[in-house]
């Protein structure tokens, strides 16, 4: 018998001498035993958030092992948003459905559970145990930020004035859209009246999951509403209706042939030649809306080129800049029926910043390309991979004020961090 709360003990067939000598002091009791059976997967039952017990403690431990440190969990035998999280990324991982839900096909593709602890050493071992310390943090540079890369750049050139980890290829989620609305709207550039054009909606894109506009199967309206649905409710399913009306078109403006394709994959091969026609070296699109997907990223200077070729767009810039939007949609028995799109980008309701566009999904993490126009100059900041909602916006807008601040000391001939080149990072710091 060996121990593991003060409350509840667990037996084990085998056990080795050295694990009998384990402390239980500080182990947390858990809520619910651990099934019999459970080292089974046929028999461990579903597992979802709100649960709690030594099994979601046998959960967290074994889906430590399995991901990367960056999506590690607490082990706490709660089934909270963080687990479900890192379900998500274990699921996409292993090429399974990323409903955050532990079932059977889950259980079977994680493998044998770590029900048992790491084995801690003797205290005296702790304590003599000597950490590494990091040198001071420096008073000069960026500010510090959660995010795994960033940009700052021209507003109207596009070109980057600062980053970090700038070129490096990760996922975007939902700043994808930014580049299926310039493609239509460029297009629209070329040929005013397709914005009048009315879109319907197959059931492809109605059951297109995760973010949505709301639009139903058969319900229709016209482009040019349907850009707001794209990017103020950040609507995955707008991204497929688009593609499906437009896509050999697009594809055609940007030099390329159908060669039999579908709609729809037309237009991601145009998605990909106009990245290349933009520079966008590091930048490789496989859908229309950025759910996770292997290979679909992009990186922080190339979204940054893209924002300010996008920007330039008037139609872009009115939709990105507005907060809300109603639309009466057509349904297809001929009714009509009114929707409210709320836009994500919480930073519009702050004076000087007029778009671009929010991303999250549980590879790419949060993400966000926006724009500020201040004293007559104008400067985009990309931040991707930050590690939440509100540490997007904070890492954003601490970045804001770095590059105001910068350009303030330059005017005055005052810049007291090292000499700012075209392009600085944050490894100088």
Not at 116 to 138: F, H, N, T, Y
Not at 153 to 159: I, N, S
Request: proline content about 3%; aromatic content about 6%; overall charge neutral.
């Amino acid at each position: 018998m060996m121990c593991l709360s003060a409350t509840r003990c667990v037996s084990f067939a085998f056990v080795s001498l050295s694990l009998l000598s384990l402390s239980c002091v500080g182990q947390v009791v858990a809520e619910k035993a651990v099934p019999q059976g459970a080292e089974s997967s046929d028999d461990r039952g579903v597992l979802r958030k709100g649960e709690v017990g030594t099994l979601v403690e046998a959960l967290q431990r074994t889906l430590n092992d399995r991901l990367d440190a960056d999506d590690e969990v607490s082990i706490d035998g709660d089934f909270g948003p963080a687990t479900e999280a890192a379900v998500q990324a274990f699921q996409i991982k292993s090429g399974l459905d990323a409903t955050g839900v532990v079932n059977a096909a889950t259980w079977k593709a994680l493998g044998k559970l770590r029900f048992l602890p790491d084995l801690v050493a003797d205290p005296e071992v702790i304590a003599a145990q000597k950490l590494p310390v990091m040198p001071r943090d420096s008073l000069d540079g960026p500010p510090f930020v959660t995010c795994k890369a960033w940009a700052i750049g021209d507003g109207e050139t596009g070109q980057l004035r600062s980053g970090e980890n700038e070129t490096v290829g990760l996922p975007m989620a939902s700043t994808t859209k930014i580049m299926t609305a310039y493609l239509v709207l460029r297009l629209a550039e070329q040929d005013s009246q397709i914005v009048d054009e009315k879109i319907a909606f197959s059931r492809k894109a109605d059951l297109t999951r995760g973010s949505t506009s709301g639009v139903r199967e058969g319900e229709s309206l016209s482009v040019d509403e349907l850009m707001y649905g794209l990017m103020l409710p950040s609507g995955n399913d707008a991204s497929v209706a688009l593609a499906e009306h437009f896509g050999e078109r697009v594809l055609e403006m940007c030099g390329g042939t159908s060669q039999q394709d579908s709609a729809y994959r037309q237009f991601v091969r145009a998605m990909n030649r106009m990245a290349d026609q933009l520079g966008m070296d590091a930048t490789e699109f496989q859908n229309t809306h950025g759910l996770s997907k292997e290979n679909h990223v992009s990186s922080a200077s190339d979204l940054l080129k893209l924002a300010a070729a996008a920007m330039k767009v008037k139609r872009f810039r009115d939709v990105v800049s507005t907060r809300q939007r109603g639309c009466t949609l057509k349904t297809a028995d001929g009714d009509r029926r009114n929707v409210l799109w709320k836009n994500t980008n919480r930073l519009l309701g702050t004076a000087g910043y007029v778009g671009v566009k929010t991303g999250t999904t549980s590879d790419a993490g949060s993400c966000l390309v926006s724009m500020v126009r201040r004293d007559g100059q104008s400067r985009i900041v990309v931040v991707l991979g930050a590690t939440s909602s509100d540490a997007r916006y904070v890492d954003t807008r601490n970045l804001f004020r770095w590059e105001w601040q910068a350009i303030a000391a330059d005017s005055a001939n005052l810049d007291q961090r090292s000499p700012r080149s075209p392009v600085s990072s944050a490894k100088d710091r």
